[in-house]
């Protein structure tokens, strides 16, 4: 199927409007014609543009994924200090929604590998380590026996854990600011 811009547009648009229904009810309790709903179009117009709900669930996660490590690259493009873009890169691929009424449920459909997702998470999470750890490594030379896969890994692990125990994103930014000062530390 050729679409025009303003189909794709529309699919990018229906494609936002699902991951908060989808985290919202998890992958068996949405419907199609709850997307259609929160995206303001008609259920045969959704039929238009995905198949099925797997399909469009697929979709839905590989881009919110794709502007996540989008993010992330920007990020770590910048020419801020190293501990900054780590913050930044931290922040934008495991805390775009701490603090929000979706955050659980979207930490669920993209980990757990719902509905065919196979792979896609672990692709995600293998790009995102590399691009942290090719950061580090540029940043200089490190201290002790540390590998700058290895403060991928750990920083990584702490972002997982705290965006579970904090009650917003500033504190999440904070605790990871803590993080990577230990992490990347003289």
Do not use: C
């Amino acid at each position: 199927m050729t679409m025009n811009r303003g189909d794709a547009r529309r699919r990018e648009h229906v494609l936002a409007a699902a991951l908060p229904v989808f985290a919202t009810f998890g992958y068996r309790k949405t419907s199609m014609d709850a997307v259609a709903q929160a995206a303001d179009i008609s259920r045969p117009g959704l039929y238009f543009f995905f198949a099925g709900k797997e399909e469009l669930f697929r979709e839905t996660m590989r881009q919110a994924l794709d502007q996540a490590m989008g993010d992330v690259r920007a990020a770590l493009a910048t020419d801020d200090d190293i501990q900054a873009r780590l913050v930044s890169a931290l922040d934008a691929f495991l805390g775009r929604y701490v603090g929000t009424h979706i955050n659980e449920g979207v930490d669920t459909l993209v980990q757990h590998g719902t509905a065919g997702l196979n792979d896609m998470y672990d692709n995600y999470r293998a790009a995102f380590l590399s691009a942290l750890a090719q950061a580090v490594a540029a940043s200089g030379p490190l201290t002790g026996a540390v590998t700058p896969h290895e403060i991928a890994e750990v920083l990584h692990a702490a972002a997982t854990g705290w965006k579970h125990r904090v009650t917003d994103r500033a504190e999440f930014v904070d605790r990871l600011t803590t993080a990577v000062r230990v992490a990347m530390r003289p």
